[in-house]
């Protein structure tokens, strides 16, 4: 079992700056790869941005490249999305997400965060 807490999401303004964190407990096996997704309403829940424990595999959604920056801190099981520049479109619950392999499936992910609002205003 693996317990996923995210924090930092609320409202910000068009090209401020927003960091999400997610604390992850529980087996350590199952957080080789942690992942923030996304989900608007009335839209499907998306993939934004995926780690491995060592760093050596990033993913990005297209959306969100060179805008958004994941990070890890391994020794705390901390997951980070650094939203810099956000438009209005990026506005969603953002759910932390972990697996124990690569994978950008969501349906493959077996444990979940109970997700953050984050409303970007222009």
């Known amino acids: 079992q693996v317990q996923l807490v995210e924090s930092g999401g609320g409202l910000v303004q068009a090209g401020d700056s927003l960091r999400l964190s997610c604390v992850a407990s529980?087996?350590?096996?199952?957080?080789?790869?942690m992942a923030w997704f996304r989900q608007a309403p009335g839209k499907e829940r998306e993939l934004v941005a995926a780690?491995?424990?060592?760093?050596?595999?990033?993913y990005y959604g297209d959306s969100v490249k060179g805008r958004f920056t994941i990070s890890r801190d391994s020794a705390e099981n901390t997951v980070y999305l650094q939203m810099n520049n956000p438009k209005p479109e990026d506005t969603a619950v953002y759910y932390c997400?972990?697996?124990?392999?690569?994978?950008?499936?969501?349906?493959?992910?077996?444990?979940w965060g109970q997700g953050t609002q984050v409303t970007v205003s222009n």
């Open positions: 780690v491995t424990r060592g760093g050596d595999w990033t």
């Open positions: 997400a972990v697996h124990h392999s690569i994978t950008t499936a969501p349906a493959e992910y077996t444990y």
């Open positions: 529980g087996r350590a096996f199952n957080t080789y790869v």
